[in-house]
């Protein structure tokens, strides 16, 4: 049988990086075809040239045997090549049935359309209303908007780029109904990820991208997680070590802790209370959207809350601001790097003061110091391998993972008695991240206390003592990580209770 | 065909250059707009930048010019660029100026006659309160109620005329003046008088004002907190808000401050070389002075020399006019048009041309 | 004063009229806004407008070419503004200043020969009987052509934004470019588009004042028009209905005030001159508290910066 879709060949080069080289790979029809690899590997890229919204230097792609180069997404859409965005390509203001219209090469008229969009979501077991506002749906029921947008146009190959990382365990399932639904019709899917287990159970076929090359082909079925990993990383993986000490008296609590959100599509705090003590680390799991932001803020001092619902050392400090939280030991790094824990146009010099000032002394009755700023920045450089030309480059040149380590590193060499990240590893390579999440370790084991907020259930089950989960601005109980499995979390991660599973009113 | 490709970190060089090339292409629009105006482009682009400081004729009355006119200018430009680097947008210089002018000139009109060394100083201090306290009307509703500043203290320019109109023709009025619109000249009030400090100059307080503003913002922004936490507003908002900047606080700030300088711009011109309040008495130096920030890349050494060259540019235009006929609105014009191509030359620091080849695929 | 001197039925009849000129300016900038970019140049690309406008309609003797030619004049200005925020990247607040910088210098430039000379007459539309109505007749049928046209424009605009196609990718691109590009869309022709509509409407409401409310050319005749047809956009929340409200609740206003001072009140003509930029800024502070709702109406990507990577 003829594949459905080939490539072969493809390669792009952006300035001082090859995005893909030479790349070829067929997906055959009715086949859920996984693209694996690290970030940074080019499978955006390659997903994008498929798409129709990256014209590749040279090589060449067939759909159907017909020759295929799609010059802009709406060809490729005609073409009957659907794609799901990792970053949704939604539109909060609007409505579903417009999102989906502007989607859609012919849409039928509006009424027409909600009336189809019903019908599809029902069909499908993604059940949506086409009037709400986007704005206020859930990750989970943006997902499904996005869906139903390609779903309406019959596609033949949909792309789906990374379509788990915003749901829960359970909402996954649902998710591979779905899409096994769609290959029994005869549907083919270009389904990237480097969630191992996920293409383990779900794909048929794997091509494995690093630095912009196929490094290997495999039927994911057959291999294990490790086999798989070694190929996508290149190495074996060094997993982070840890010593269990039995925490130490609390540091950091917060005590009911409510508060409104920030903007219109923002979610409230609700009654959140957590302990974490000297020498753990306690892992905050949960969707994106359900809070993790506006703790964040809480916690580093950006949003003022009642003096006495978080304390340092049994001492209120919710009315503090961050610099003043700065100087008592509260260090955080917030989950988007550019632009909010650093500022993109400034440099690294620039960026040490950002939230060295107090504990590092780098100022003098207001007066700035930037020879220390710069030996600052300097040694986070040195002690945590961030590879760049050296303190006075930019913020924004500097790649993803190393940024990250920059990011954290600053908070760490300020010897923190408390350090709250959101996200450590988001986007970051294998290896940064290793190296990240021993950092982290580290730190807790000289009996800082450390609070991670993250969407990696794997990462969290790495490196955390307690877990608890955030579900619409309300957190769960905390619960020793050992004690949980991984449906345990689930429950948790969507509003219940472990174990008992009872309701967390 | 060309595309633009963003980056890694902003051109140095080009931030230098960025400036002087925008000079360049508006001296040839400038030339191609003179030329269909029937005026020789190269005559006219001399006596506008070359004739006011060179030829024997006028530059010993043009050369005093260039101070008066550059010390309002620089001394609202760098407040105005505190501002632009945080974000925030005061374009009512403008109605800065005129009232502190009029708070400034009230102040010392209502101790006329009496002659005390205590007088001038007053005014000063009136000067710049009233002009900052016309800036907090912006600066607290943006605080308070989030209403857009840029459209608030530009309408407030418009009020603030109008009470220029009221002021000459009312409350200030010369009670010598034979019913004239116009106050008493604060030119024959010697206690009243910002003089020329040095005779044929044109140095008066207002331009030592002016370098005080330049040296004392270089210090503000390359060395304390304040300074960081604006650039870091503009740069990256949230940034700023979690290394601890308070926006609020620079909002209300960083207006404070352009509204007490274009304050102050304001009293030294009416007691200096406007000398009264009359009912055209401002000139379009709040609005250039926002020419005179970009210019100047919003740093105070370029700001310094940027108000120079728009100086001259004032002088030079009001030469042409003379020499050559040149229409006044020509030189606005210009200066406009300094800002089109300033902007447009920016992209370069952050953006790089590349020729692409189509059909590549 | 004498309140009675007033005579309250021109004034509701020359309220449309006044209202006309930030009508067509504030409609236009909605649909700039509504497409994601902020143009603080209005105020200049009505003065050309009204510089265009009134030198072709003298030259040509016809207000239709007049008009056609302010509206051209503008359109041409805004893509000057077209031009640098949305191929060289400039930045909209900076680059919109210097638009009404440029503007109100070119505009003086180009009427130098054109002060102090009479316009031509814009007659009104023959409306038959209905301009006989007693009272409503005056108030609402004895207008020129572009009073109705700025009426019809506000409900074209309004349907074109809520029924059609090319209207739900207008406001799609105003949301969220990033997700608009890759969904195939072309920001940039979009909004430029929008850009050059914005220019044409601000450039149509210049030639109003020039040609009608005036009538005739003085440098800087639209003193401030222009932004306050801005703040008509903030106060509208981005809605094409209540533009016209606000535009005609100003047009009351700024006619009311010119009527006290015609009625000779005692408050100085400087104090009510100064009313209309006054209640504008009331009602964008009234506006944009009370937890932001003015924000929240507006158009997600107002005023960034779009660059496509990729």
Same mark, same amino acid.
């Given at each position: ?30 086949? &859920? ?16 040239? &498929? ?108 792309? =789906?780029?990374?379509?788990? *990382? ?32 996920? &293409?383990? %159970? ?22 294990? %997680?490790?086999?798989?990993?070694? =190929? ?67 916690? *580093? ?51 040490? =003061? ?40 930019? %913020? ?6 190393? #940024? ?14 408390? #350090? ?15 190296? &990240? ?5 580290? #730190? ?62 | ?65 260039? +101070? ?82 840029? +459209? ?67 210090? +503000? ?29 620079? @909002? ?92 447009? @030359? ?14 590549? @695929? | ?138 108030? !609402? ?47 940039? !022709? ?41 703040? !008509? ?22 006619? !009311? ?54």
């Amino acid at each position: 049988m003829s594949p459905l879709f080939s490539a072969n060949g493809l390669t792009k080069a952006y300035p001082g990086v090859i995005a893909n080289e030479d790349v070829s790979f067929e997906i055959g029809t009715g086949e &859920i075809h996984a693209l694996l690899g690290e970030n940074g590997a080019g499978k955006s890229t390659l997903v994008k040239t &498929i798409y129709g919204l990256v014209k590749p230097d040279s090589g060449e792609m067939t759909l159907n045997g017909a020759p295929f180069a799609p010059p802009e997404p709406r060809a490729a859409r005609s073409a009957g090549v659907a794609m799901v965005f990792q970053h949704f390509s939604l539109f909060e203001a609007l409505d579903v049935a417009e999102n989906v219209a502007l989607g859609m090469e012919n849409p039928p008229k509006p009424r027409a359309l909600a009336q189809r969009i019903s019908e599809v979501s029902a069909a499908y077991g993604l059940p949506l209303d086409p009037h709400r506002t986007v704005g206020d749906l859930s990750a989970g029921e943006r997902q499904r908007v996005e869906i139903i947008r390609c779903l309406l146009q019959d596609p033949r190959l949909l792309i =789906m780029d990374e379509p788990t *990382s915003v749901l829960t365990p359970q909402e996954v399932d649902t998710l591979f109904a779905t899409l096994n639904r769609l290959k029994s019709e005869g549907t083919s899917i270009l389904y990237i990820s480097h969630k191992l287990e996920e &293409i383990r %159970a779900l794909c048929d076929a794997a091509t494995i991208l690093r630095r912009g090359k196929v490094v290997g082909r495999c039927d994911p079925r057959e291999s294990s %997680a490790r086999e798989l990993a070694e =190929m996508m990383v290149g190495t074996a993986l060094h997993r982070p070590e840890r010593d269990i000490t039995p925490p130490g008296a609390p540091v950091l609590e917060v005590m009911n802790l409510t508060l409104p959100p920030a903007s219109a599509f923002g979610t409230a705090l609700k009654d959140v209370s957590l302990t974490v003590r000297s020498g753990e680390v306690f892992g905050i799991g949960g969707v994106a959207g359900n809070g993790q932001d506006e703790l964040m803020a809480a916690l *580093s001092g950006e949003r003022r809350t009642d003096h006495a619902a978080i304390c340092l050392d049994g001492a209120g400090i919710g009315a503090l601001p961050p610099r003043d939280r700065r100087a008592l030991g509260i260090c955080s790094a917030p989950e988007e790097r550019l632009g909010h824990a650093a500022a993109p146009d400034m440099s690294l010099t620039q960026n040490a =003061m950002l939230t060295g000032a107090e504990r590092r002394e780098l100022t003098r009755g207001g007066f700035l110091n930037w020879g220390k700023s710069r030996e600052f920045a300097e040694e986070v450089i040195e002690r945590f391998d961030v590879r760049t030309p050296g303190p006075e480059e930019a %913020a924004r040149a500097l790649s993803g993972g190393n #940024l990250q380590k920059f990011v954290v590193g600053r908070e760490i060499l300020q010897s923190p008695r408390v #350090l709250i990240v959101n996200q450590p590893t988001w986007g970051v390579d294998a290896a940064a991240a290793a190296a &990240i999440r021993q950092a982290l370790l580290d #730190l807790a084991a000289g009996g800082a206390a450390v609070l991670v907020i993250s969407q990696d259930l794997d990462e969290l089950m790495e490196i955390a003592t307690s877990f608890a989960a955030l579900n619409a601005g309300r957190l769960s109980e905390p619960h020793p990580m050992t004690e949980l499995s991984l449906d345990d979390i689930g429950l948790m991660l969507g509003g219940m209770g472990a174990e008992t599973g009872e309701t967390a009113a | 065909m060309i595309a633009l490709e963003k980056r890694p970190a902003p051109s140095r060089a080009w931030s230098m250059a960025t400036p002087f090339l925008a000079v360049l292409l508006t001296m040839i629009a400038g030339g191609i707009m003179f030329a269909i105006l029937g005026k020789d482009p190269f005559a006219a682009i001399r006596t506008i930048f070359y004739d006011p400081l060179f030829n024997a004729q006028f530059a010993s009355y043009s050369r005093p010019q260039l +101070l008066v006119k550059a010390g309002p200018l620089i001394l609202i430009a760098i407040g105005l660029s505190l501002g632009f680097r945080a974000g925030i947008w005061n374009i009512g210089a403008e109605g800065q100026y005129i009232i502190g002018a009029i708070c400034g000139a009230a102040t010392g009109l209502a101790f006329y006659p009496m002659e005390s060394w205590i007088i001038l100083p007053l005014m000063i201090i009136a000067g710049a309160l009233g002009g900052l306290l016309w800036a907090m009307v912006p600066a607290l509703l943006k605080t308070l109620f989030n209403t857009n500043e840029i +459209l608030v203290s530009l309408l407030m320019v418009y009020i603030a005329e109008q009470l220029l109109a009221a002021m000459a023709l009312g409350a200030l009025r010369s009670p010598d003046g034979g019913g004239f619109p116009g106050s008493r000249n604060l030119q024959q009030y010697p206690s009243a008088h910002n003089a020329e400090l040095i005779a044929g100059t044109g140095l008066h307080l207002g331009v030592i004002a002016a370098l005080i503003a330049v040296i004392m913002a270089y210090i +503000l922004l390359s060395r304390h907190m304040l300074g960081f936490h604006i650039q870091l507003a503009g740069s990256a908002p949230k940034a700023a808000r979690f290394a601890g900047a308070k926006p609020g606080l620079l @909002v209300v700030t960083c207006m404070g401050i352009s509204g007490g300088l274009a304050g102050l711009a304001g009293l030294f011109e009416v007691a200096g070389p406007a000398g009264q309040i009359s009912i055209d008495f401002n000139s379009g130096y709040g609005f250039t002075a926002i020419i005179v920030a970009f210019l100047g890349r919003l740093n105070p050494i370029g700001i310094l020399l940027a108000g120079l060259l728009m100086a001259l540019t004032y002088i030079g235009g009001e030469l042409a006019q003379f020499t050559l006929g040149l229409p006044a609105a020509s030189i606005q014009a210009f200066q406009g048009m300094l800002l089109f191509f300033l902007l447009g @030359v920016d992209m370069l620091t952050n953006f790089r041309l590349r020729w692409k080849t189509k059909g590549a @695929v | 004063m004498d309140l009675s001197a007033i005579n309250w039925l021109t004034l509701l009849a020359s309220l449309m009229v006044a209202a006309t000129p930030i009508l067509l300016a504030g409609i236009g900038e909605l649909v700039v806004e509504k497409s994601g970019v902020l143009n603080l140049g209005v105020e200049g690309m009505m003065i050309t407008g009204a510089i265009c406008g009134f030198a072709a309609a003298y030259n040509t003797q016809s207000a239709f070419v007049g008009f056609a030619a302010a509206a051209a004049g503008g359109a041409a200005l805004s893509m000057i503004f077209g031009l640098m925020t949305q191929v060289l990247m400039s930045n909209q607040v900076a680059t919109g200043l210097a638009l009404t910088l440029f503007g109100l210098g070119f505009s003086a430039l180009l009427g130098q020969s054109y002060i102090g000379i009479k316009g031509i007459e814009v007659s009104a539309v023959p409306l038959g009987p209905l301009a006989d109505i007693p009272v409503l007749g005056p108030v !609402l049928f004895q207008h020129d052509a572009v009073v109705y046209v700025a009426i019809a424009l506000v409900a074209s605009v309004w349907a074109f934004l809520k029924f059609t196609r090319a209207g739900l990718t207008l406001r799609a691109v105003g949301e969220n470019h990033d997700a608009a590009h890759a969904l195939g869309y072309k920001v940039v !022709l979009i909004r430029l588009a929008a850009i050059g509509f914005g220019g044409a409407c601000a450039g149509l409401g210049g030639a109003y004042l020039s040609l009608v409310r005036v009538p005739q050319w003085t440098e800087g005749m639209t003193a401030g028009a222009g932004w306050i047809a801005l703040a !008509l956009v903030v106060f509208a929340s981005w809605r094409p209905w209540r533009v016209l409200i606000g535009a005609y609740l100003f047009g009351g206003i700024t006619v !009311l005030q010119l009527n006290l001072q015609a009625a000779g009140a005692k408050i100085p003509v400087e104090y009510l001159s100064m009313s209309p930029y006054v209640i504008t800024i009331i009602v964008l502070v009234v506006m944009s508290s009370g937890r932001g709702r003015a924000a929240l109406a507006a158009p997600a990507a107002l005023g960034r910066v779009f660059h496509k990577s990729g």
